[in-house]
C-alpha cells in the first residue's frame, strides 16, 4: 500500500500584470504544490473603486494545459473596462491567483 503524504497547494507568489498591446498579461510563479500537481488556476480580477475581486474565466482559463504549464494567461483590456470590472484608463490592473490540486484551492 502507498500512501501520499499531500494538500492543498499554496497561493501562487509573484503575481504580476503588464500591457501588451490590447491583452493585460497575468503571469505568476510556480506554486509549492505540497505533495499533489497543480490542476487549474483561477484568476480574479480587482474591481474598479473597490476592494472586490472578480473571477475572470472568459479569458483566462486555469484549467488548460497552456495555462497550468505556463503559468500566464491574458484578458483583452476591452473587458476590463466593462462592467463587472469597470476600469479606467492608466488605472493599476491587481489580480489574485488561486492554485488547485486534488486536495483543493489555495487560499
Known sequence: MTLLAAFKPEAPDNVTTSVAGNL???SWSEPVTNG???TSYSVF???????????????CQGFLA??????????ALAKLIVN???????EGIYVKVISTNVYGDSS
Open 24 to 26: 493585460a498579461i497575468i
Open 66 to 75: 497552456f495555462t497550468v504549464t505556463n503559468r500566464q494567461c491574458s484578458i
Open 84 to 90: 463587472p470590472f469597470n476600469l479606467v484608463l492608466n
Open 36 to 38: 499533489s500537481p497543480i
Open 45 to 59: 480580477v480587482k474591481k474598479h473603486a473597490e476592494e472586490t475581486y472578480i473571477q475572470e474565466s472568459v479569458d
